[in-house]
Each structure stands twice: as C-alpha cells, then as structure tokens.
C-alpha cells in the first residue's frame, strides 16, 4: 500500500513552494521597513508554556495540541506508571507568539529602559483540527511580535503594516474587510465577564454545553462560537465597550484615531474575542468574503500585555499579528490572481549527438556562472526529443550544437517564440542570452 501523506497535511510542489518563497520575501520586505527583523523558534516548546501563555480553556491547548514524548519515557509510564515530568512534555507549537514571548524573555531582548524588540517569524504551525478548505493541521503562517511598547502608535503601525502587507501581495482592498474591537484589561474586564457569565448562566437552556462549560473559566469565548443558535443568544449579552475602563477606552479612541489618519477602513465589532486567553485591549481580524466559506479569517491578533509575566518574565507590554499562507491563497484565487509558475529556462542546449555533449556540457555551466537558467538533455534523446523536453521546460530559447557547428565554433540559437534562428559564436552566447533578455 502506498504511503501518503497525513491527513491534514499537504505538499508543497514547486509552483506552490516557490509562491511561498515569494509571499516570505514580500513579508520581509514589507515589515522591514518598520523595523521588525527575523527570529526562528524551535517547532517544539515545552507543553506548560502554551498552558500558562495561551490559555487552558482554549480550543487550542484542550483539543488541538500535539503533545509528544519521547520513546523511552512513554515506555516508563505505560511500564512502570511514571508519568513524564514537566519539562519532558512537548508540543508541536500551535501557534507562534508564545516561542517567540518565551524566546525574549530568556534571552532578555528588553532590558530595562531599552527600545522595543520588533520580530518576524515565517512557518509550520500545528493543530489537530478537523481538515477542511484553509484549515491543515501543518499550516503555514507568517507573523510579527512588539514587545516593550505600550503607546497605541503601535497598534495602529502594526494594523497599517497588516493592511499594506496584503495590498502588497496581491489581495484587494475591496475584498477584505478589517474588524476592530478592545477586550478591555485586568481592571475593567473581570466585572465585564462577571455581567457576561451572569447572562449567560440566565439563558444556559439555550447555549451549547462547550459554551456553558466555557462560561465557568473564561465566557468571553462563547462569542467566539460557531453554533447559529448560540451566535444568536449572545448576540444580545452585554458589549465590552460598554465597560471599558477610563484608560481602555482612551487607549482604543487613540488607536481609532490615528487609523482613521491614515485612510484604513475599519469595522467596530464588539464580539470579536479572537481564540487565545493572552489577548488584552485591542484585537483585530482581517476577513475575506469570497471563496473561503465559514473560515474566512485571512489574519489577525491583538494586544497582549500580560503574556511576558505568564511565561516568566518582567511585566513588558507586547502586540503581534499572525496571517495564515494557506488562506491568503484562497483570497487570491478568489481575487483571479496569477501564481508564478517555477518551471522556467532562459536557455536548452541540445546536442545533436554524443561528439558534442562535453562542449554542451561546458556551455551549460557558462551560461549558469552566468545567471541564467540553463538545462541540457541528460539521457541521450533524440534531436526532436530534446526540442520536445525544451519546449515543456518552458525554455526561451534553444541552442543546437552538432559536430558541424562545434567545428565552426558556432551554435544555432532559436528564438522558441518567434522561431528564427541564428548561427552565435559560442563564446559571444552568454552575451547574447543577456541582450536577448533586455
């Protein structure tokens, strides 16, 4: 039987890979220019660090994890009932901020009175979903973390970088939609969720038993529920910018502000929650209506200030945002984008027979020092084979090289699209390549 890949997970061919490559390069260059520099995390963490960071009553850490341990200590706990200590416990990371919050922690990269640390990350991510349209459980996701700044300049430069990240590759305004909301802090949003639990615990007859089991540790998550009937209930619960407190609110008419000062478009929803417990004060989503179903989340995040100190560190402020590949390429084919093909020869060099290979060979690798894409036929095929091979290489042009040019010292350069040809010295074929192209 043939092995496949697992389910929930997916290759990336050539002309996928190299759109990826393209779409991290556009992310880099994008966010550079705000002074966020990269950073790579290990896949694995240890499983307390998205416990404590993300929140135990997510969907993330209670159904989504993977969670491993190595041989040896499974062996002892099925053997000899020791269960793995703490630090033996491992998680493929579901989602990037925690690693990178526990990567600036350890290392320190706020000291005291120091600038923020701006950072980038670009790759897999794991979660045990249910496979469905955008959704894998490897996944790709490109994000970004502030930490050390607190002023709302920062929320709203990472919401401008967001919205200029996406103009830049590819996705139109028009067919995105930017939502905005505040969750409030430590000091307005306890009595917050003691008036949304209240209304819930009134109306639990209606609401489903995860949202009522979510209600005793963090109800705020019911908003987030995809059940119709429970949508409808909460609906009507009390709204967080209702109970904001005095710096809350100040915090998020100042983030609203300076977006309205930059020209970006945004709608207030009060019920966005986001899915992870870290999240304080502002929130945001980018959303996608065409071609993505009931998944239409192309990115988002928040503010987090309290995250620092779960992980063990210095109280230290931070916000960061994270945008899935996978579902930005739904947006795009939604949008009749059109992805880069990989497969691509600015020169085939094909031999006429065996006499010649070396020369051909030569030539091929001169033309490569050179800069272009150069390929040759490796198994011996026939004249007509090789313009064959060439032509579904995609090669621009063809160079015939046969004992009577070889002797000539020439090769014969046809233009595939046009389909004139041309007798070129063979040391003058690079240069004509370049002229070629210009």
Request: aromatic share 8%.
């Amino acid at each position: 039987m043939a092995i496949n890949a697992p389910k929930g997970t997916r290759d990336l061919l050539p002309d996928q890979a190299l759109f990826w490559n393209q779409f991290r390069q556009t992310a880099t260059d994008v966010f550079g220019v705000y002074g966020y520099l990269p950073i790579e995390t290990p896949l694995i963490e240890q499983t307390e660090l998205f416990v404590r960071g993300i929140g135990e009553a997510t969907d993330v850490v209670s159904k989504e994890m993977f969670t491993a341990i190595s041989g040896e200590n499974l062996r002892r706990w099925v053997e000899e009932g020791e269960a793995p200590d703490a630090k033996s416990r491992l998680s493929l990371r579901p989602e990037g901020t925690a690693g990178t919050v526990r990567a600036v922690v350890q290392h320190d990269l706020v000291p005291q009175g120091a600038a923020p640390a701006k950072l980038m990350y670009a790759g897999p991510m794991f979660r045990a979903e249910r496979p469905q349209k955008g959704r894998y459980r490897q996944f790709t996701q490109i994000g970004v973390e502030c930490l050390g700044a607190e002023e709302p300049t920062i929320d709203a430069e990472a919401i401008i970088m967001l919205m200029r990240f996406y103009e830049k590759v590819g996705i139109p305004r028009d067919a995105i939609r930017l939502l905005l909301n505040s969750m409030g802090c430590e000091q307005c949003r306890p009595a917050y969720r003691d008036r949304v639990k209240a209304y819930m615990d009134e109306r639990a007859g209606e609401l489903c038993g995860t949202c009522m089991a979510r209600a005793e540790v963090n109800p705020l998550r019911a908003f987030d529920c995809k059940n119709q009937a429970c949508a409808a209930v909460m609906a009507g619960a009390p709204k967080i910018s209702d109970h904001l407190c005095d710096d809350c609110r100040e915090h998020y008419e100042a983030v609203k502000a300076l977006l309205d000062g930059a020209g970006v478009v945004y709608e207030e929803d009060y019920k966005l929650v986001r899915g992870l417990d870290y999240y304080t004060r502002t929130v945001f989503e980018v959303q996608v209506d065409d071609g993505m179903g009931a998944q239409n989340a192309i990115g988002g995040g928040g503010r987090y200030d309290k995250l620092a100190e779960e992980v063990g560190g210095r109280p230290t402020p931070g916000l960061g945002f994270a945008l899935g590949f996978e579902r930005c390429v739904l947006a795009l084919e939604a949008a009749g984008h059109e992805f880069p093909r990989a497969q691509r020869c600015d020169l085939f060099v094909a031999c006429v027979d065996d006499l010649v290979r070396a020369r051909a060979f030569a030539l091929v690798q001169e033309c490569r020092d050179a800069g272009f894409i150069c390929e040759m036929d490796h198994q011996k095929r026939s004249l007509k084979s090789q313009f064959k091979l060439a032509d579904k290489l995609g090669a621009a042009r063809v160079a015939v090289l046969g004992p009577d040019e070889l002797a000539e010292g020439v090769a014969t350069l046809r233009d595939m699209g046009t389909h004139t040809e041309a007798k070129v010295r063979l040391d003058e074929v690079v240069g004509e390549l370049g002229r070629a192209i210009l």
